[in-house]
């Protein structure tokens, strides 16, 4: 477990709010599995994929050597899916590659704030152009604090807004995004 006093990083295949969603999430019509994640931290992803039986070929971005380093030392070994892991700002990395993925996973978090950068509407348009037609886009987020239950922080507004097929999975303090209602299973 990678976790600091107001938030978890990386929690293995424990990483609740990602394993609920994925449980949910129909693969059949992903269009390959190239996969992106942005904030790779420990490797809970891959993890809880593969524990779920999806084999993908990763695409890891993570910004903190140290991170990497500990992924290196207690995570990455243990897969079984190629993970190709890069120690490079998020923004930075889809601002310079042209590539396109057939799932993207964003879990940018600097204590329990996502980074202002990452909540434009010009990074979500990157998200946008480097998804392949029909791919998925999975975004952690936080639900707002002491406001009504239906109420959407003005970053999961511009993704609706953005992506206005998309849904919000509720896994306790986090409301993970997903581009396609269709992908989620009732």
């Not at 990395?93 to 010009?122: G, H, R, W, Y």
């Not at 206005?164 to 306790?172: K, Q, S």
């Amino acid at each position: 477990m990678l976790s600091t006093a107001k938030a978890v990083y990386s929690h293995g295949d424990l990483y609740d709010n990602f394993v609920q969603t994925f449980k949910r999430t129909s693969w059949s019509d992903l269009p390959g599995s190239d996969f992106l994640i942005l904030g790779y931290g420990l490797g809970s992803i891959p993890a809880i994929l593969e524990k779920m039986g999806h084999e993908f070929q990763y695409t890891g971005i993570e910004k903190d050597a140290n991170v990497i380093y500990l992924a290196s030392k207690y995570t990455l070994n243990d897969l079984k899916s190629p993970v190709h892991l890069y120690e490079v700002d998020a923004k930075d990395f889809l601002s310079q590659q042209q590539k396109t993925f057939s799932a993207i996973c964003m879990d940018i978090f600097v204590e329990d704030e996502i980074p202002t950068l990452f909540t434009t509407n010009k990074f979500i348009e990157q998200l946008k152009t480097h998804l392949k037609k029909n791919g998925l886009l999975f975004v952690n987020t936080i639900k707002p604090k002491d406001e009504e239950e239906n109420t959407l922080t003005p970053f999961q507004k511009k993704l609706q807004k953005a992506f206005p097929d998309g849904t919000f999975i509720e896994v306790g303090p986090n409301a993970v995004f997903v581009n396609q209602v269709s992908a989620i299973n009732k």
